[in-house]
């Protein structure tokens, strides 16, 4: 019979993300090798902490949920850092790129990447939709982390399809495969409101409905999405996708930057939910999206990412600062979104964007044992009065300590344990030759 290890890690400010948002200031945590087993405050215990078979000295850290990012395209590592001033560069040269250069073993390669880049910064759970999703799915796969993962629908050819939307087919063997996995979960994804007929739309979320998974696109991100909806149909996008009838509980629609007060109201209605951008949707110039309003709503709302060529960095401290500032600054009110909630936007919030909430995003008894250390003895976490507080405005992914996904623990005094950062780093460039002479043709406008 196979030993079933238990870990024990105490010595932490704990924050449970629960219902009742519960914080222990002595904080533990016990839990095997799939579930929490308890969650609790040292100083209540009668008979003192609980057996198990490792022990870890939190060090006065904070521990928290694994965090959830809901939005990204995680493969897009080998565009980072290129063109970010670059007007419309979408249509002008990502595309493009995208077309003449992305192989199934760059996808790898970036993907194994990506990850190492969301464990060390504390995400436990990432949303990705991508072409080639199935070595995205791989690389997640062999890395640990927690998934939702969707193949690509749009209506043009791409690096894995000579047929506008031969993503559908791609997409069906995709979930198909995949389907009862443990971590890696997937979805339907076509790309956007705009670049796929009302009829692929559709088909996408029969997809959806047919194998009971989840259906993302962007929605209401782009100026000229707006006005092509306003132009040819007197709609909004969200109304559009409404009456198209592809609205429901399993619908995650990314940016949400241009919403009015009766498309808050659809999303509502239909129990469709939001993921906001804000690192992505800033740098662009985009907009800001209205996310106070739609919590008031009752719409679910998770943080992402969005690629690492959209918002540059893939971890989700980023994302709580900024999506603080920024509301704080759209309403101008100082006490809109305070701390405690934008840190449940990325824990619980993820979660419920998911339909997950039953087995991640909160640290409870009975959930998967998805857990992210911060460590507070970096110059930029004292003094600490607040742990909410300092996770959203002080620190950062280097502060990130340990991560353990499913009981597993993959990240540990700031390494991570099963995978080397530099090696991955030269498998990607090793890769990226190609990759970096079709980028040469748009030097111009990098």
């Not at 199935?134 to 998934?147: F, L, S, T």
């Not at 791409?158 to 069906?172: F, M, R, V």
């Not at 662009?284 to 679910?300: T, W």
Request: include cysteine; glycine fraction near 8%; charge should be negative.
């Amino acid at each position: 019979m196979v030993k079933i290890v238990k870990t024990r890690i105490e010595n932490v400010t704990l924050l449970t993300m629960d219902s009742r948002n519960r914080v222990y200031e002595d904080g533990y945590i016990l839990f095997d090798e799939n579930q929490i087993l308890e969650a609790g405050d040292r100083r209540s215990l009668i008979h003192g902490l609980p057996d198990a078979d490792v022990r870890i000295d939190g060090k006065n850290g904070i521990l928290m949920p694994g965090m959830i990012n809901v939005h990204s395209h995680i493969p897009m590592i080998p565009f980072r850092s290129m063109g970010d001033d670059c007007p419309d560069r979408l249509r002008r040269f990502l595309f493009p790129l995208e077309l003449e250069a992305m192989t199934p073993e760059l996808v790898y390669a970036a993907s194994r990447y990506a990850v190492c880049e969301l464990l060390l910064a504390g995400v436990t759970t990432v949303l990705d939709m991508y072409y080639f999703e199935d070595q995205v799915a791989r690389a997640c796969d062999e890395m640990g982390i927690r998934a939702w993962l969707g193949e690509t629908v749009i209506g043009q050819e791409t690096c894995d399809s000579k047929e506008p939307y031969g993503g559908l087919a791609i997409c069906e063997d995709f979930i198909k495969k995949w389907q009862g996995h443990d971590r890696i979960h997937p979805m339907a994804a076509p790309h956007a409101t705009n670049t796929n007929s009302p009829e692929m739309l559709k088909a996408a979320f029969e997809l959806a409905e047919k194998y009971g998974v989840l259906y993302t696109l962007h929605a209401s991100e782009m100026d000229y999405e707006m006005s092509h909806f306003r132009e040819n149909y007197g709609q909004t996008p969200i109304a559009f996708l409404h009456d198209l009838g592809v609205l429901s509980e399993r619908t995650i629609a990314a940016h949400c930057i241009h919403m009015t007060d009766d498309d808050i109201r659809l999303l509502a209605k239909t129990g469709a939910k939001a993921a906001h951008c804000i690192g992505s949707n800033s740098k662009a110039g985009k907009g800001i999206s209205p996310v106070l309003d739609m919590k008031k709503a009752g719409v679910e709302v998770g943080l992402g990412t969005d690629g690492p060529s959209s918002g540059n960095t893939l971890d989700l401290f980023t994302q709580f600062k900024m999506t603080a500032c920024f509301q704080k600054t759209k309403y101008h009110d100082r006490s809109a979104f305070p701390a405690k909630e934008i840190v449940e936007l990325g824990t619980m919030g993820g979660a419920r964007v998911l339909g997950a909430e039953r087995e991640i995003g909160s640290l409870e008894p009975g959930k998967r044992a998805d857990l992210t250390l911060v460590e507070t003895s970096s110059a930029n976490m004292f003094p600490l009065y607040n742990p909410y507080s300092a996770l959203v405005y002080s620190a950062n992914a280097s502060n990130v300590d340990s991560v353990w996904v499913q009981g597993k623990q993959l990240v540990g005094e700031k390494r991570l344990l099963y995978a080397d950062i530099s090696t991955e780093r030269s498998r990607l460039n090793e890769r990226m030759g190609r990759f970096l002479e079709q980028a040469q043709k748009y030097q111009e406008i990098l």
